[in-house]
C-alpha cells in the first residue's frame, strides 16, 4: 500500500511511549507518597488519576493549537483536577509536580510491537519523529526507551517553534528529511494534529488507533497495532 514511500515520520507519545499508562504509574505512586489518599480521602487512586488523564488531555489539544502555553498546561493539569475533586487547588504541592516531571518521562512503557516494528521499517525506510511534546521530556523519553536508534531526525516543536498541526512544521522536517509530501507518510494518533495536519501539507497519513474509536469519514488508512504497518509498508 505504502511500499512507494521512502520517509515515514512518526509521533511520538500516545503513538509509540504510551503516556498514559507511564503517567498513571507515574501517578499511582505518587498519590500514596503524598498522602493524597487522605487528602482526598481516597483509598484508591483511580479517581485521581482518571480525572488529571481527562484534564491533561484537554489541554494538550488547546496547546497544540497555540491556544495556551507550556506553564498554563503544567499549572491548570494539576489544578484544575484538584477543583473538580473539590479540592482547594491552592493545597497542591510543588514538588509532587517536580517529581511528576523528572520520574514520568524515564518510564518505558511502549505500544505493543514497537521495537520490533520500527526496527522492521528502519531497514526498508528513512525513519524520522515529529513531536509536539516538550524538550526535557522527550529527550528522556527517547533515550531511556531506547527509541533514539530508529530516528534520522527528530523534530521537537518546541525547538521547531510551531506545533503541529501548523503547516510550517511539516514543511521544516520534510525539507530537513530530504524529502517531499509525495514520498512521506505521517503515523500518530491525534486526528487534528497528526492526521489532518500532515494531510494538509499533501502527505499520506496513518491514523493510529488502539482504542478501536470509530473513524471520522476523512479517516483514509488507520491500524489499532503498530505491527500492522509491516504489512503496510
Known sequence: ????????FFDLDHTIWDFDKNAEE????LFFKYDFDKLFNHSSADLFI????????RLWNLYHHGK????TLRKARF????????????LFPKDFEEEYLFICPQKTNLFPNAHETL???KERYNLHLISNGFKEACEVKLGKSDLEQYFQHIFISELVGVNKPDPLI?????????????HAVMIGDNLDADVRG????????????????????????SITDLSELKHMF
Open 1 to 8: 500500500m505504502f511500499h512507494h514511500k521512502k520517509d515515514i
Open 26 to 29: 507515574t501517578l499511582d505512586e
Open 50 to 57: 482518571s480525572t488529571y488523564t481527562s484534564n491533561n488531555h
Open 68 to 71: 495556551i502555553d507550556k506553564p
Open 79 to 90: 489544578e484544575n483536577t484538584f477543583t473538580d475533586l473539590g479540592v482547594d487547588p491552592s
Open 119 to 121: 526496527a522492521y521499517l
Open 170 to 182: 511539516f514543511h521544516h522536517a520534510m525539507q530537513t528529511a530530504g524529502t517531499s509530501a509525495t
Open 198 to 221: 500532515a494531510r494538509n501539507v499533501g502527505m499520506d497519513a496513518i491514523y493510529f488507533n488502539p482504542n478501536q474509536t470509530q473513524l471520522p469519514k476523512d479517516v483514509s488508512h
